[in-house]
Each structure stands twice: as C-alpha cells, then as structure tokens.
C-alpha cells in the first residue's frame, strides 16, 4: 500500500543542525512533487518547503527560507529535509506529503518529532 | 500572503446531525481549496480538493462547495468517528505557497 515513512527527528539544540528523511513506497516515487509540513505542539500546520518530481525546482515557506534544503534521491524511494541553524520555533511534528498536483497534499507520513531546546 | 480564516473554532454537535464548516480566504483562491480531517495522534487526512472533490475512500457524507473567498466543508450526518479537527488549506498562484486555516474543532455535544 502507498506509504511514507519519516525519520530522523530528535533533540537538537539551537543553531544545530539535523536531517529528515522520508522512504516512500507503493507508488512511483519519482512521478510525483513532495512537500515537508510541520505542525508545532497544539497548533495547526504549516507547510515548509516542496519539490518537483524530477528535484528540479524547490520551494519554500518564508519562515525557513535559507536555513532548509529540500532534496530526493528518486534511486533510493526517499526524500530529505535538511534543517540547519535551527530556533526554538522550528519545534514541531515534521510530516512529508505526497503532492496532489501542485494543489493539495493527499498523503501523509506519520511525521517526526523534532525538539529544539538547550 | 493568503489568509485562511476558519469558523467557527469549535463546534459542538451530536451525531447524527449536520455539521457545516467555513473557510474564507483574504483574497481570491479560485478553487484551489482543499480539507483536511486530523484526530489526536494522527497525520491529517485529505478529504475534499479543489473545492469539492472527494478524496479517495472519503466518505459521501463529506462535501464541499464554494469557490473565490467563501468554502464550506458539509458533513451530512455526524458519525462518531467524524469528532475531530477540520483544516481548510490554499495554494497560491506562483510560485507556490500554501496555508491552512487555524482549524475548526469538532466535538461531541
């Protein structure tokens, strides 16, 4: 059945850096764009960045633009976010979603919590 | 940037009854406007796109309509299953943005 799986999360503290991953299967990975959204601990969500099917362009929510890179390896089923100079506000369940041409996200990883705190 | 604002915050009912959910953007989404359901612990789950189609496996008591700044998202008869949070989510032209609404809690009465 078509899943994501994320990984990678844990306690980092402020201005770490720390890398998610995401193993996707039962469907065809490299066909489909990729987006990374976070939701902080009783909010709502947020998304962080997307990727194109091909890793050919990337797109990011301003609050980690510059700080966040998005990437796939269409090889290994498996798409990353890797997250430098982290802040207390980057705290939050990071999930990874498939892409449902480029308007919604219409599946979803079980996400990975990542704490940022001295 | 687009603005989603959802009402009410929370809404008490019981099953059986109808639920119906708002969701008004600060500009403009043509239909670009999807729903998501989330209980605790879990991922959220996709349930209407653009505007007011159903997601696979979703079931026909869920619908939604509208279109430009106003959405609604209908839930025909409430099943003890359909208590949870209810986002609406918005992409921008290009590139690319997207933003959900604050969340409408759904709870039993």
């Known amino acids: 059945q078509v899943q994501l799986v994320e990984s990678g999360g844990g306690v980092v503290q402020p201005g770490g850096s720390l890398r998610l991953s995401c193993a996707a299967s039962?469907?065809?990975?490299?066909?489909?764009?990729m987006h990374w959204v976070r939701q902080a601990p009783g909010k709502g969500l947020e998304w962080v960045a997307f990727?194109?099917?091909?890793?050919?362009?990337?797109y990011y929510a301003d609050s980690v633009k510059g700080r966040f890179t998005i990437s796939r390896d269409n090889s290994k089923n498996t798409l990353y976010l890797q997250m430098n100079s982290l802040r207390a506000e980057d705290t939050a369940v990071y999930y990874c979603?498939?892409?449902?041409?480029?308007?919604?996200?219409?599946?979803w990883g079980q996400g990975t919590m990542v704490t940022v705190s001295s | 940037e687009i603005v989603l604002t959802q009402s009410p915050a929370t809404l008490s009912l019981s099953p059986g009854e109808r639920a119906t959910l708002s969701c008004r953007a600060s500009?403009?989404?043509?239909?670009?406007l999807a729903w998501y359901q989330q209980k605790p612990g879990q991922a959220p789950r996709l349930l209407i796109y653009d505007a007011s189609n159903r997601a696979t496996g979703i079931p026909a008591r869920f619908s939604g309509s509208g279109s430009g700044t106003d959405f609604t998202l209908t839930i025909s008869s409430l099943e003890p299953e359909d208590f949870a949070v209810y986002y609406c989510?918005?992409?921008?032209?290009?590139?690319?943005?997207?933003?959900f609404g604050q969340g409408t809690k759904l709870e039993i009465k």
């Open positions: 500009q403009s989404v043509s239909s670009y």
């Open positions: 989510q918005q992409r921008s032209n290009w590139p690319p943005a997207y933003t």
């Open positions: 979603a498939k892409d449902l041409w480029f308007r919604a996200f219409d599946i």
């Open positions: 990727i194109r099917y091909d890793g050919s362009n990337k």
């Open positions: 039962g469907f065809t990975f490299s066909s489909y764009g």
